[in-house]
């Protein structure tokens, strides 16, 4: 048959099937996943106030994630290239809601170890891109603090401009993080 538009989805997210399912996860695991995959599309659609409803999601396991949700490609396509705060804003909570939901549903304790891990690396990769080398303040909504993070990264990060910008990211994600947690808490 012709291939359709599911069938690139597919491969954009599972792959071309070159992946060996040596492990099979339990129900338990699956779940774990689901509710996992279930915070990232519940912040896509809430923080996006309803524009971007996710085309796909899945807890099959591809060799690069456990599971996936895939934003609608009309509203990336949308903001492609003109991303300001509030979209990094928008992404950065979307990494965190995964981890957030197994908090909040599987408990403190029950939360995966490697599950967050390529989201919270992209949350943080965001941070530094915005706090290091853009200029954007991690106060952006207050107009009187929106200019209190002017100095950029010129070449390569000295130890203590490093030390600045994560000190930034970190607590830009924590509170990101309660704000995330807040939203989930209120919409289950």
């Known amino acids: 048959r012709k291939i359709e538009f599911a069938d690139l989805i ?12 040596n492990e099979i996860r339990t129900d338990e695991q699956n779940w774990a996943v689901a509710v996992h995959e279930a915070g990232h599309a519940l912040i896509t659609m809430i923080d996006s106030n309803e524009e971007d409803i ?4 899945s807890i099959l396991p591809n060799k690069h994630y456990e599971g996936v949700v ?12 003109k991303l300001s705060y509030k979209d990094y804003r928008q992404r950065i909570r979307i990494n965190l809601a995964g981890r957030a939901a197994e908090e909040i549903l599987l408990g403190n304790e029950n939360i995966s170890v490697r599950g967050a ?4 690396e992209n949350a943080s990769s965001m941070c530094g891109e915005m706090f290091g080398f853009s200029g954007i303040s991690p106060d952006m909504e207050d107009a009187n603090k929106s200019g209190s993070n002017l100095l950029i990264v010129l070449n390569e990060p000295t130890p203590s401009e490093n030390s600045r910008v994560e000190k930034i990211s970190q607590i830009y994600l924590e509170k990101q993080y309660a704000i995330v947690k807040d939203i989930l808490h209120k919409n289950l």
Do not use: N, W
Request: avoid cysteine.
């Open 117 to 120: 891990s390529s989201d919270l």
């Open 70 to 81: 895939v934003s609608s490609y009309e509203y990336r396509y949308q903001k492609y290239g």
């Open 10 to 21: 597919y491969i954009a997210t599972r792959g071309t099937g070159e992946i060996e399912d």
């Open 54 to 57: 996710p085309e796909f999601s």
